[in-house]
């Protein structure tokens, strides 16, 4: 047996019964390293090979023994270690690089530590087609988030279905839409703004470019930030009807009360710099008859009235800030 420490003697007799014993002897067989790796797969110089294809090879033993390899792998030669005391005769080096060549071999090792180192071998990979990146996703803020802080990051999914290629982003980011570019050729999928406005609007949008030029435009999202310590109550103005007639809801002309005829839309001016206007009421005689969310503020007063009323407006802000103002009008039919 290959690699195995034998021991023998031998005892000599004569005719007349008498022996002598030998001493023991011992000597131990050679160990057979590994034959040769051999049959490469991909085969030494082949050309268009898929960037998904695996490494393998043959290999056997003289002596029978368990075989691991150490296999050597990469785009320069000598090819650097890849893994060590692997024990299958095949490989998945991950997908590769295209138009590329790569450069192999393989070193067999027996369990008494016998090896054989294999050729040098080299193929070279299939022209590949680039690929755009992906398209940015799952932004941080999500789309159209309230009460954003103004301290906020921008984050966003990005990458590229080619392997090995480089993505690059250009982050643009505005209270306008669409945005205007704020930085290029930043090499992550996180960006820390400088501190934003508050209770504002913003739009952003991301561009994925990866080292072969080609690009993918994301959708534009937007998120409004947080009402920061809005102490000011709304600003509130009524401007019709003022103190005049009117008949037919249209001023005829001035007088000393505002005087309607028939119905009359009532027009308010209302606004708020911090934490914006959130809603308009409309009273008459301390009775709630309207209310208007969006600018232009107005109600339609078409009610069957005669004499005298207080016409009172209420603007509302969005800290909960509110200014009111009264006014008498006469109102007939």
């Known amino acids: 047996t290959y690699n195995t420490k034998y021991y023998w003697k031998i005892i000599a007799w004569d005719n007349h019964h008498a022996s002598t014993t030998g001493p023991v002897w011992d000597f131990t067989t050679e160990n057979l390293p590994p034959n040769p790796p051999s049959n490469p797969d991909p085969f030494n110089g082949e050309t268009d090979v898929d960037v998904n294809h695996d490494l393998s090879w043959s290999c056997t033993d003289p002596n029978g023994d368990p075989l691991t390899f150490d296999v050597y792998f990469g785009d320069s030669s000598p090819p650097p270690l890849l893994v060590s005391g692997h024990s299958s005769v095949s490989y998945d080096q991950g997908t590769m690089t295209g138009s590329t060549t790569y450069y192999w071999k393989i070193v067999a090792w027996d369990n008494h530590a016998g090896s054989t180192e294999g050729e040098l071998w080299h193929f070279t990979t299939e022209a590949v087609a680039n690929h755009p990146p992906y398209a940015p996703s799952d932004?941080?803020?999500?789309?159209?988030?309230?009460?954003?802080?103004?301290?906020?990051?921008?984050?966003?999914?990005?990458?590229?279905?080619?392997?090995?290629?480089?993505?690059?982003?250009?982050?643009?980011?505005?209270?306008?839409?669409?945005?205007?570019?704020?930085?290029?050729?930043?090499?992550?999928?996180?960006?820390?703004?400088?501190?934003?406005?508050?209770?504002?609007?913003?739009?952003?949008?991301?561009?994925?470019?990866?080292?072969?030029?080609?690009?993918?435009?994301?959708?534009?999202?937007?998120?409004?930030t947080e009402i920061l310590g809005d102490m000011t109550p709304p600003l509130v103005k009524i401007t019709k009807p003022e103190k005049a007639f009117y008949l037919l809801n249209t001023k005829i002309l001035p007088f000393f009360a505002p005087v309607v005829f028939f119905a009359i839309d009532v027009e308010v001016d209302a606004s708020d710099n911090e934490s914006g206007v959130a809603r308009v009421e409309f009273y008459i005689d301390n009775v709630l008859k309207g209310n208007d969310t969006s600018a232009p503020y107005s109600w339609t007063w078409s009610e069957k009235s005669f004499l005298g009323y207080t016409l009172t407006v209420i603007a509302f802000d969005n800290a909960g800030h509110r200014t009111r103002v009264d006014a008498n009008v006469w109102k007939f039919f």
Do not use: R
Not at 159 to 184: F, H, K, Q, S
Not at 196 to 203: C, I, K, P, V
């Open 139 to 224: 932004p941080s803020p999500v789309n159209e988030a309230m009460g954003v802080a103004v301290t906020t990051a921008l984050s966003w999914t990005g990458g590229d279905p080619d392997a090995g290629d480089d993505v690059t982003y250009d982050v643009y980011l505005g209270t306008t839409n669409p945005p205007a570019l704020l930085v290029n050729n930043h090499t992550s999928s996180l960006y820390q703004p400088s501190v934003l406005d508050g209770n504002t609007t913003y739009y952003w949008k991301i561009i994925a470019w990866d080292n072969h030029g080609a690009s993918t435009v994301g959708v534009v999202w937007s998120f409004t």
